[in-house]
C-alpha cells in the first residue's frame, strides 16, 4: 500500500464540528463564515459528529474542527468511503489535529493550489462473536482494548495470530493498538510509539501479572484473536474510547486489518517528531524548578490520549 496519494487542487468542501463544546460556537462561526465568503471553494455540506450521516458527492475535503476524539468519530462515520480529512485542533496539540484554525487562513491559499500531502493511515476491523453469531462489526483507527472494568479480578486473554497460539495473559485488560493509536492508550500503558505510516499492530498487555509478558509488535496482514474464557461480570470491549460492548465467557474478538485505510491531509509544516517533541515534552531535558530546564511541560489532548 502506497503510504501517500496525491494531492490535488481543493474545490468541494465539507466541515464537520464537534458538537456539545462551548468553545467550539464561536470559532465554527467564524470558520463558516470565511470558507463561505472564499468564492473559489464550495462548502458542501457543514454537520456534527453526531449527523455526519451522508456525504456528497465529488468531496476533495472534509475539515474537521475538534480534538483527536472528533478525527475518530469522523473516520467511523465514513465507513468505507474514507474521503481525506484536515483536522483543527481547539488550543491543544493533539497527534491527528495538529492544525489550528488561525494557521488554516494563513495557508488556505496554498491548500486549494493543491500544496498538501495526503497520507494513508492503517485501519482495523474488530469482530465481536458469541455463539458463532457476529454481534459486533466496526471499522476502527485507533485501538481495540479488553479491560477487565469493575470487575476489579484478574483477566486471562488469549491470543492467537493465525490461528498460531502466542500468550494467555493475565493482566487487567489488552490492546490491540495501530501506529495512529500507539500514542494513546498504547504508550499510557506502556506500549512503544509505532512511527504513522508503519503496516503493524502492537499488543500491549495492562499490568500484566507475569513481568515477563511485554508488548509485541507483528505485521498487520495477520489475523488477531483474542478470547476471554472466564470473563468475569464487567469485562469489556472498547473500540477507539468510543464503541463499548460487553463480554461474556466464550467471546472472541477477531481484529484484522481493513480493507480501507484512514486518509490524513498533511500541510507541508507539519513534522512529525515535532509533534511528539511538544506532545511528550521531549523538547528538554526536566530539570528541578528554577533551573534551565523548567519549561519542560507535558501537554495533553481535548478529548483523547
Not at 488550543?91 to 495526503?118: C, H, M, T, W
Not at 458469541?130 to 482494548?145: C, P, Q
Amino acid at each position: 500500500m502506497s503510504p501517500r496519494v496525491l494531492s490535488k487542487p481543493i474545490k468541494n468542501l465539507v466541515l464537520v464540528i464537534r458538537n456539545g463544546h462551548p468553545q467550539v460556537d464561536q470559532i465554527s462561526a467564524d470558520l463558516v463564515h470565511f470558507l463561505k465568503r472564499d468564492q473559489r471553494v464550495n462548502l458542501a455540506l457543514c454537520t456534527t459528529t453526531e449527523d455526519a450521516a451522508s456525504w456528497p458527492e465529488n468531496v476533495d475535503l472534509v475539515i474537521v474542527l475538534g480534538g483527536d476524539g472528533t478525527i475518530l468519530r469522523t473516520c467511523r462515520h465514513m465507513g468505507r468511503q474514507q474521503l481525506p480529512m484536515l483536522g483543527l485542533n481547539l488550543g491543544r496539540l493533539g497527534f491527528l489535529a495538529d492544525l489550528s484554525p488561525p494557521e488554516l487562513y494563513e495557508q488556505f491559499d496554498s491548500l486549494l493550489k493543491g500544496n498538501y500531502v495526503i497520507e494513508r493511515q492503517l485501519m482495523f476491523e474488530c469482530r465481536l462473536s458469541r455463539n458463532g453469531h457476529v454481534i459486533e462489526d466496526s471499522l476502527g483507527l485507533n485501538e481495540v482494548a479488553i479491560h477487565a472494568g469493575g470487575a476489579l479480578r484478574l483477566l486471562h486473554v488469549e491470543l492467537s495470530i493465525n490461528d498460531e497460539h502466542v500468550a494467555t495473559y493475565g493482566c487487567d485488560g489488552l490492546i490491540v493498538s495501530t501506529p495512529i493509536g500507539s500514542t494513546a492508550h498504547n504508550l499510557a500503558a506502556g506500549g512503544p510509539i509505532l512511527r504513522q505510516g508503519i503496516e503493524a499492530f502492537c499488543i500491549t498487555p495492562i499490568c500484566p501479572h507475569t513481568l515477563t509478558n511485554r508488548p509485541l509488535v507483528d505485521r498487520a496482514d495477520g489475523v488477531y484473536k483474542l478470547g476471554v474464557p472466564h470473563a468475569p461480570h464487567g469485562t469489556t470491549l472498547v473500540i477507539d474510547g468510543q464503541i463499548k460492548r460487553p463480554l461474556e465467557p466464550g467471546d472472541e474478538i477477531t481484529v484484522t486489518r481493513a480493507n480501507v485505510s484512514c486518509l490524513l491531509t498533511r500541510m507541508p509544516s507539519h513534522s512529525y517528531y515535532r509533534t511528539l517533541h511538544q506532545k511528550l515534552g521531549w523538547a528538554l531535558l526536566p530539570y528541578a524548578s528554577g533551573s534551565p530546564g523548567k519549561n519542560f511541560d507535558i501537554m495533553t489532548d481535548d478529548d483523547n490520549k
